[in-house]
Structure formats: C-alpha cells, structure tokens
C-alpha cells in the first residue's frame, strides 16, 4: 500500500535575525544560546510551554531532534522536550561533518545521518524537530532519512526560523511553507 502524499506542516515559534546582517536582536542569538552553549531562560519560558501545547496536539510516536550539522555539537531542543514526552524522543547522529565546499542541501544532509538503537517503523508517527531552520536542508534531509526508513511524517518544528530581510516579511527557507506558532 502505498502513503498518500499530503502537504507538511511546518511550525517555528521565534524570527532568527542574523547578526551582523540586520544588527542586534533581543529575539535572536541570545534567546537561543546561553553563554554556557544551554538553553537560555528565556527561550525555556516561552518556548517550552508552547513546544508541550503543540506536541499534545500532533500526538507523534517518535520525537525526532535532528543534529547540528557538525559532528558531536549540541542540539538544543532535546532540553526543551516536555518531560511527559522524553519517552518519545530520538536523536539522530550526525556521522561526518558536511564539507564547507559542499552545499549544504538535503541530500548532504541526509547523507550524514545515522539514527542509534532505534529502528523506524510503517506505524511510527515522527515530528522532526529542529533549533534554527535556515533554508530547511537539514530539516529535508531527515525527513527524506524517514521516509526511506518507511516512517511516516506528520510534522517539522524549528525553534527559530532565520529571516531574509529586515522587515522580517520573508524567511529564507524554501523547503517549507513556515507558520508561527500559536498563530
């Protein structure tokens, strides 16, 4: 039997502002990172609450986090994840650095990761969750890992989602149509 094709929902919940393009930006890096490379307060306070409010109503079977494009570096949206939910989650692996001379696409992406002690199944459920989306390579990537592995994909999430232009009126991701949460 084979999967319907459905449009994907795509959710962010914060505008990225790349410094030092658009200057400083008290919702941006600093929201994001601590100065201990953590989960800052702020984004724990007003993410985490709305990260629980939308996994409770996409019910997923697998939480998928997907890893930061080198190797061994922290992903921190797996400290976001809802304790009530942490039962669910599975990190990808990143197994080689993706090359700087090397696009960064989907397929690249996808061809550097590994998912550990865990085998994806036809019935599994999976949002795919992300800290920042930029073009949505990495986001792509593991949902085309997913699909290869005959899961099903029900959703992406990306804590931020890097802005294209100062007036925060476009974002650079191409690979999804982006909706803030709550809208």
Known sequence: ??????????????????????????????????K??????????????????????????VILIVPSST?????LCNELIPPS???KVQVLVRTEKIA???????SAHRRTLEL????????????IIDDVVTYGGSLKGTEQY???CGGTVIAVIALTATIANKERTAYKCQSYK???YPE
Do not use: C, H, Q
């Open 116 to 127: 550990k002690d865990y085998t994806i199944t036809p019935d599994d459920r999976i949002v």
């Open 1 to 34: 039997m084979e999967k319907e094709e459905t449009a994907l929902s795509a959710y962010y919940f914060f505008d990225y502002v790349p410094y030092p393009k658009f200057g400083p930006d008290d919702t941006s890096r600093d929201i994001v990172w601590s």
């Open 85 to 87: 939910m942490k039962r």
């Open 71 to 75: 190797p061994g570096k922290k992903n």
């Open 178 to 180: 982006l909706k803030k």
């Open 100 to 106: 700087k001379e090397e696009k960064r696409n989907a």
């Open 146 to 148: 997913v699909t290869e």
């Open 36 to 61: 201990n490379n953590s989960v800052s307060y702020r984004l724990r306070k007003k993410v985490a609450p709305l990260l629980l409010e939308l996994l409770t109503k996409l019910n997923p079977t």
